[in-house]
Every structure is written in structure tokens, then in C-alpha cells.
């Protein structure tokens, strides 16, 4: 049954919470939800199977979440407080955490806002270099309002599945504005897994990124941002780490 978080300022953040030992929180991506990325993809089954809970939020703009539209409603620290008041919602003071894609970049948020919370991280589909930085932000505003094709094939890729299925159009557009730069720094400490597929262009870098940290990382060989989420292999490494 879905179960709202309530920020000070009113706003809603849907999650849903299964039954099981040290309950995992995780967090999807940009234009996508809890459903499409964690349940659809196995990986609340894998958790259960595993004997762990599964704490699974739709970010604010996303999903059963509230869909504010100004850019500062998504600032970083902003969405990691959402987390954070997921936890509190649910008792909860330290749990492991996975973010896929946007989401990772949400999580290393929250490890930065409330260190304390976090025990261990899984930062999947993400690197050193934020996609939403390197679009040109008129063309994105110019897309998502008008449908202006971009000359960046990247912008219409992301924003258009979203757009076609009726996305708030406003609140993606706050959401690519706020988000735009979030780093993945995360607080000396705490444990780091990384994963990226073999075949994704968008966490270039991540290799180096995760050495240079003396963090875990696995690659996927062949698998794209899309269908890593699925790999079996990122299952049990994850599910490993974890432990």
C-alpha cells in the first residue's frame, strides 16, 4: 500500500515499503518511477528472496510524488531531504541505499545531507560528468514546451518517452534545472559500490571515478542504461556488498 512522507513546505513523497531485515532504499531516475526501475525489473523480488526489505519512493516530480514546478524545489539537497523524510517516516535511522542513474546522484545527496543515515551505497548508471549540465538549456525549455526538435539527440531521448506517456511537462523542466550539476561526491566513510553497462555512454569516466576513491566497481559487459537495471550480475554484486 502506498504510504506518503510529508515535507514542512506540503510537500507529498510517495513510497512503498516491503517487510524483510535491514530494509534497502531505492532510488530511480530521472522520468521514471519506483514501479518502472525496482519492481519491474526484479529487483524488490531479489531483496525479498534475500530476506531484506525495500524501501521504494517516487521522487518529487515523478510518480504518486507531488509535482512542484519551481527549479528550486529540486535542488539536491531538496530530494535528499525527501529521503530523509522517508526514513523518519518509517523509524528508520541507517539503512544501505542503491540510486540508478539521476537517482545515484539523488543518494549521494542524501550521504552528504545526513551521513549518518546511509550504512553502504550503490551508485549505478552514473559518472563523474552530470548529462543534464552538458544540454543546452534553452533547447530543453524550447522542446518541452513547444516540441521544438533539438539539435542534441540526448534531450529528446530522455524527455520524449516521458512527454509521450504525460509527464508533468513543467515539473521535468524544474527538474532538469535543478538537478543540472549534482555531483556524486559522497562523505569520506562511507562504503561505495559502482556499476555501469559495458555499452552506456552516460557515466563515462566511472572506471577512474571509482579507483581513484578505492571504491568497489563492476562493469556490465554489453548492457545499456536501460537494460543494466535488469542484469543479474548487478543484482547479486549489489546484494553482496550489501551484506
Known sequence: ??????????????????P??????????????????????????????AGRGAITPDLRGHGRSDKPHRTADYAPRQLAADLVAVLDTLELDRVDVIGYSMGSRVVAALARLAPERVRRLVLGGAGPLELFETWDQGAVARYVVSGDRPADPTIAAVLGPAITAGADREALLACVRGVAGCTLDVPAGIPQLFVAGGADPIPVGVTALA?????????????????????????????????
Open 1 to 18: 500500500m502506498t504510504q506518503f512522507a510529508r515535507r514542512l513546505d506540503g510537500v507529498r513523497v510517495a513510497f512503498d515499503a516491503t
Open 20 to 49: 524483510g531485515e535491514l530494509p534497502v532504499l531505492l532510488v530511480h531516475g530521472f522520468a521514471s518511477t519506483a514501479e518502472a526501475t525496482w519492481r519491474s525489473s526484479g529487483w524488490v523480488r531479489v531483496l525479498e528472496e
Open 211 to 243: 579507483a581513484k576513491r578505492g571504491a568497489q566497481y563492476l562493469e556490465l559487459p554489453g548492457r545499456t542504461h536501460l537494460n543494466a537495471l535488469t542484469s543479474h550480475d548487478f543484482q547479486q554484486a549489489s546484494l553482496q556488498f550489501l551484506a
